[in-house]
């Protein structure tokens, strides 16, 4: 008798209904490093008809290696017969934000640019980058290429595809650079509009998940405040202090009014396959909020 066939981990997570905030992978800067083609399960490790795989390791790594996270990045929709090789770095801290890009002649290239962006040029436009990675996640290639097209027909400029985020379950997953921005299942909303409020300076705590230069409490925080207050500006909400107290967390942001306290608590989940590929469940962390209160 055939084995049944899973249902994916972005529709398990919809069902149980997982909560998204406090869930932004870590990435304080970025590299996106155009590999236009498919991808195997590793972007730059296993798609050898892109990259040879010595050289797309040792490209991984030289970024890595500085506290980068790195990603594959290509246009939505048919791939061109004759490659490009765009790159964009992207420091993400609060305060300091800032985007460059360029273009060099061959994946090779990769390895001489400058760490700090100065090979290219300083951005203007905000990158928006959603994981399409089909060969590591299928709910990533479902939702992800559907949303990354809806998001190009308005915004084909700044919009691209890219290699695995983090938060398979939450597909399809998108990031806002220079910001970092990570917001999840944006295919059940209108994405595009979701890049509008970004142009506009605001979020959207519904499907936010998080600033991925902030610790996981942070963005939770952050989460519930803009949840009682209705406060979605993006350059709100600086966290002030964070300290663990015994088997709480206290958070005080810089709210417009003054700073606000927000005390935590942590559980973890029932096991649960956090991606398609997962083998064996595990239990992950959520954020309980327990008071909000002005200081």
Not at 25 to 31: D, F, I, M, V
Not at 119 to 134: E, I, K, L, N, S
Not at 204 to 217: C, K, M, Q
Request: hydrophobic share 40%; net charge negative; charged share 25%.
């Amino acid at each position: 008798m055939a084995e049944a066939r899973r249902v994916p981990c972005s529709d398990q997570s919809l069902a149980r209904g997982d909560a998204m905030y406090g869930t932004a992978s870590a990435g304080h800067a970025w590299a996106l490093l155009e590999l236009s083609g498919g991808w195997g399960p590793s972007a730059f490790l296993e798609s050898p008809s892109i990259v040879d795989p010595v050289l797309g390791r040792a490209i991984a790594r030289r970024f890595e290696t500085v506290g980068m996270r790195v990603a594959a990045i290509r246009r939505p929709g048919r791939r061109t017969a004759s490659p490009r090789w765009r790159w964009f770095l992207a420091f993400s801290d609060e305060g300091r934000e800032a985007l460059y890009c360029g273009e060099v002649s061959g994946p090779g290239d990769y390895l001489e640019l400058a760490l700090d962006g100065s090979d290219g040029d300083r951005c203007t436009d905000p990158v928006v980058a959603v994981c399409a990675h089909g060969r590591h996640d299928q709910c990533c290639a479902v939702r992800g290429r559907q949303a990354a097209a809806a998001i190009a027909e308005q915004n084909p400029e700044i919009t691209w595809e890219c290699s695995h985020l983090g938060g398979d379950r939450f597909a399809a997953t998108m990031l806002i650079l220079p910001e970092g921005l990570c917001y999840g299942r944006i295919d059940s909303t209108d994405a595009a509009a979701l890049v509008s409020r970004y142009v506009e300076g605001l979020v959207d705590n519904e499907f936010l998940r998080g600033r991925t230069s902030l610790p996981h409490a942070v963005q939770a925080a952050q989460y519930f405040v803009r949840k009682a207050s209705g406060d979605e500006r993006i350059r709100t909400l600086s966290p002030v202090t964070v300290d663990h107290v015994d088997d709480t967390i206290r958070v005080v942001l810089s709210g417009g009014s003054g700073p606000v306290e927000v005390v935590l608590g942590e559980q973890l989940s029932d096991p649960l396959l956090s991606m398609c590929r997962a083998g064996v469940p595990g239990r992950v962390r959520t954020f309980v909020l327990k008071s909000i209160s002005a200081l």
